[in-house]
């Protein structure tokens, strides 16, 4: 019901984008995060969008340098990645929740299998 793409092997500096294609009753009136994680690591929250797409939530760690973004005609979330660091790789996961873009992974409730991303230096 959530399915994400687009990871793989970029080097340091480069570019990647991640799609999280959804089925039209998760997508619709839901909030849509990206979350990642490293081995070892908890999931971390990466970036959060709402519905309406003008509301947006960023982790420090990559403000400036990720964007997410959403189609909702595609029922489609994206999440362009740049000036990507080594400290990025991770399996990235893509979730849903009803309400606001919150930050923490308790807050949602449907998640994709995750796509791999992998920075050398």
């Known amino acids: 019901q959530l399915q994400a793409s687009g990871g793989g092997l970029v080097q ?7 799609s ?3 089925s039209g ?3 619709s009136s839901s909030a ?25 939530n960023y ?6 340098r990720f964007t997410i973004s959403r189609d909702r005609a595609k029922n ?5 990645m740049s000036s990507l660091k080594p400290e990025d790789t ?7 929740r009803v309400g606001l873009p919150l930050k923490r992974p308790s807050e949602y409730d ?3 299998q995750g796509t791999l991303v992998t920075v050398s230096s």
């Open 12 to 18: 340091a500096g480069g570019s990647l984008r991640l």
């Open 20 to 22: 999280c294609a959804a």
């Open 25 to 27: 009753r998760i997508f």
């Open 32 to 56: 849509m995060g990206w979350f990642r994680q490293a081995p070892g690591k908890e999931r971390e929250f990466v970036a959060a969008i709402s519905w309406g797409g003008t509301n947006t």
């Open 59 to 64: 982790a420090d760690s990559v403000k400036g």
């Open 76 to 80: 489609t979330v994206y999440l362009q």
């Open 90 to 96: 991770a399996v990235y996961y893509c979730s849903r």
């Open 110 to 112: 449907y998640w994709g």
